[in-house]
């Protein structure tokens, strides 16, 4: 999967580069990216029904599938000089699509992999394979765009969903059990959501997770009006900003995977969730580049904790039968809402400045999560 990662950063800031050579249009820009997110907040809940109701091995074989052949598509398009925008629109609505049915099935599936015991553990190392690709994707496809050009970055990524492939082939299948029930798909996603709604302290961690989405996690498509504006930086700092988040989300993932358990540590959640939002007001206020780099690393190690801390209290707190629709409503609320987010961020702080917005939201969820964590953190709501 980290080797799938990065071609997928190699594609995604190759892609973006494509769409601006044909266009020279930050809005189309703006428009692919929402595209890439708009099907997780449309068909989230539809594939977590799906996720329970099919072997796991099996659907992310699909989709790793799908991907590789969406990749190649692309790739031949650009190598053969006949892409257009719509073309790179499509490709991006057809990928957002089946993302969304790829990732609750892999969140899912990693805790029949390795056991409640081992969860928090997986999920952490699953982080820090993502921030690593996050940090060394980007970079990789600067040089590469230059080496091998952007049909060859695409090449690239298709061929990287083999190890991915293989690696899936090998794995044993865990043996489909049905819940014995006879609902219909609509029904399934209503059981799921009447299961949500009846415990409290679910509820309490997915609107953790939306309030990041929309308010926490908008700072980085603002990250370029930072380095520019009002750090002085150029592309040099913008460089350093991400590095630095992304080494800090790494560090955060590292330090979770060599803990023992999520129930003892449901105060890690309440301090990384703090951390992450008060690095984020000080970087709003900060002018200086290096004192910013720090701060995003802190707000990054904080993020990432947070994070999968909440992803593995939901999953331990979740029987098997309904996993896949609440993982379906955590992308759901983590992926499908940040676009939007991002949307509202751009907006405001086209009238207002970055640093005002960005101070602003992480202030107003400090406000609403501090009295919050101090109930449903100090309670034994754990699924056991």
Same mark, same amino acid.
């Given at each position: ?23 020279? +249009?930050?809005?189309?820009?703006? /428009? ?7 099907? /997780?907040?449309?068909? *989230? ?20 599938? !799908?991907?590789?052949?969406? $990749? ?5 398009? #650009? ?20 993302? +969304? ?25 699953? *982080? ?18 230059? !080496?091998?050009?952007? $049909? =060859? ?15 899936? !082939? ?38 953790? /997770? ?6 926490? #996690? +908008? ?13 002085? *930086? ?22 979770? $995977? ?85 949307? /509202? ?27 919050? =964590? ?11």
């Amino acid at each position: 999967m980290f080797l799938s990662l990065i071609g997928t950063w190699v594609q995604s800031m190759a892609q973006s580069w494509l769409v601006f050579k044909l266009t020279n +249009s930050a809005f189309l820009l703006g /428009v692919v990216g929402f595209l890439s997110y708009l099907p /997780v907040s449309l068909f *989230s809940l539809a594939a977590g029904a799906l996720v329970d109701r099919t072997a796991k091995r099996n659907l992310i074989l699909a989709t790793q599938l !799908i991907f590789m052949i969406l $990749a190649f598509i692309l790739a031949f398009l #650009v190598q053969h000089n006949i892409v257009r925008v719509w073309h790179i629109i499509v490709i991006a609505f057809l990928n957002g699509l089946v993302f +969304s049915f790829d990732a609750p099935a892999r969140q899912a599936m990693v805790v029949e992999l390795v056991g409640k015991d081992h969860l928090l553990n997986a999920i952490a190392l699953n *982080s820090a394979a993502f921030n690593s690709a996050r940090t060394l994707g980007p970079a990789l496809a600067g040089v590469l765009i230059a !080496i091998v050009g952007m $049909a =060859g970055c695409f090449y690239i990524n298709a061929f990287s969903f083999f190890p991915v492939i293989v690696a899936l !082939i090998f794995i044993r299948q865990r043996a489909f059990v049905s819940n014995g029930k006879n609902n219909t798909f609509l029904q399934d996603i209503k059981e799921g959501l009447v299961f949500i709604k009846g415990n409290r302290f679910l509820l309490f961690l997915l609107s953790l /997770v939306g309030m990041v989405s929309i308010f926490g #996690v +908008s700072y980085v498509i603002l990250m370029p009006i930072f380095a520019q504006d009002i750090l002085k *930086s150029g592309p040099m700092g913008l460089a350093i900003l991400m590095s630095a988040n992304g080494l800090g989300a790494l560090a955060g993932a590292l330090n979770l $995977a060599r803990l023992k358990n999520a129930e003892s540590n449901l105060r890690i959640l309440k301090v990384s969730v703090i951390i992450f939002f008060v690095s984020i007001m000080l970087f709003s206020l900060s002018r200086y580049l290096w004192l910013s780099a720090f701060l995003l690393v802190m707000a990054g190690y904080g993020g990432a904790s947070s994070m999968s801390m909440a992803n593995t209290l939901l999953q331990i707190s979740t029987p098997d039968e309904f996993r896949g629709r609440l993982m379906g409503v955590f992308m759901m609320m983590f992926s499908g809402l940040m676009p939007f987010g991002n949307l /509202v961020s751009g907006s405001l702080a086209h009238f207002f400045g970055a640093p005002i917005v960005t101070f602003g939201g992480a202030v107003l969820t400090l406000l609403i999560f501090l009295p919050l =964590g101090k109930k449903f953190l100090n309670e034994k709501f754990i699924y056991s």
